[in-house]
């Protein structure tokens, strides 16, 4: 696709709900970053995918967190059991693969969790 | 690992002026690259420069520029002849590989 592309755009959610949130890279990127945004915060690495794996998960703040990436292009962002923490900007990258590459960001998934 | 500090939560200047944003930021690698990205209302983050750390020229796009101190860690963005279409929130970043540590952000209002 011409950018990257996220959905839902907004997601409104009771707490202890499981949310999934999707995206689409840019076709041909290997790599995608899912990033968090905080209310009034920087960006908070959540988890790295180059091609279908996921060399780096560091990011995940707990177990209740789990992403997938499918052929080599759409990722699907999963949170189980959902808590009023969990509210944030979701954020998708992605790049063509190499080291320091320019990241290409989707519009995020808003989150809120009642 | 990386870890970045942008000290000013907020910046306003007036239409046709320049703004400075300070960003410091610390790391071990000796390789590693600089990186300012704009984020309007749309929320989607934009790229507006970036820096290799070995080299000593300040990269410059358009009105935007950098002022790049390695020894004092340091990589502010100055934006010249301020336009409307600059409000948003700028973030300095630094990468080493492929993951990039943001600082906490300025908020950028250009006033008419």
């Known amino acids: 696709g011409a950018g990257v592309s996220q959905s839902p755009s907004n997601k409104v959610t009771e707490k202890g709900k499981d949310v999934e949130l999707r995206c689409d890279p840019i076709?041909?990127?290997?790599?995608l970053y899912w990033y968090r945004q905080s209310l009034g915060q920087g960006l908070e690495f959540l988890i790295y995918?180059?091609?279908?794996?996921?060399?780096?998960k560091s990011g995940l703040p707990s177990d209740r967190f789990s992403a997938e990436r499918t052929g080599g292009s759409v990722s699907t962002l999963t949170i189980q059991r959902t808590q009023q923490e969990d509210s944030a900007v979701y954020l998708c990258?992605?790049?063509?693969?190499?080291?320091?590459?320019?990241?290409?960001f989707g519009s995020g998934t808003q989150l809120s969790v009642l | 690992a990386q870890t970045v500090t942008q000290s000013q939560p907020e910046m306003s200047v007036q239409e046709a002026e320049t703004v400075t944003l300070s960003c410091t930021y610390d790391?071990?690698?000796?390789?590693?690259?600089l990186f300012w990205y704009k984020q309007p209302p749309s929320r989607q983050m934009i790229l507006v420069i970036r820096?290799?750390?070995?080299?000593?020229q300040n990269a410059t796009e358009n009105r935007f520029s950098v002022n790049f101190q390695k020894a004092a860690k340091s990589f502010s963005l100055k934006i010249s002849d301020s336009q409307l279409g600059d409000t948003a929130m700028y973030f300095c970043?630094?990468?080493?590989?492929?993951?990039?540590?943001f600082g906490a952000g300025t908020t950028v209002t250009v006033r008419a």
């Open positions: 995918f180059q091609g279908n794996s996921a060399p780096d």
């Open positions: 820096q290799e750390a070995y080299k000593q």
């Open positions: 076709s041909g990127h290997t790599a």
């Open positions: 970043a630094c990468s080493n590989d492929y993951k990039l540590s």
């Open positions: 990258a992605s790049s063509r693969g190499g080291d320091n590459e320019k990241l290409f």
């Open positions: 790391t071990s690698e000796s390789n590693y690259y």
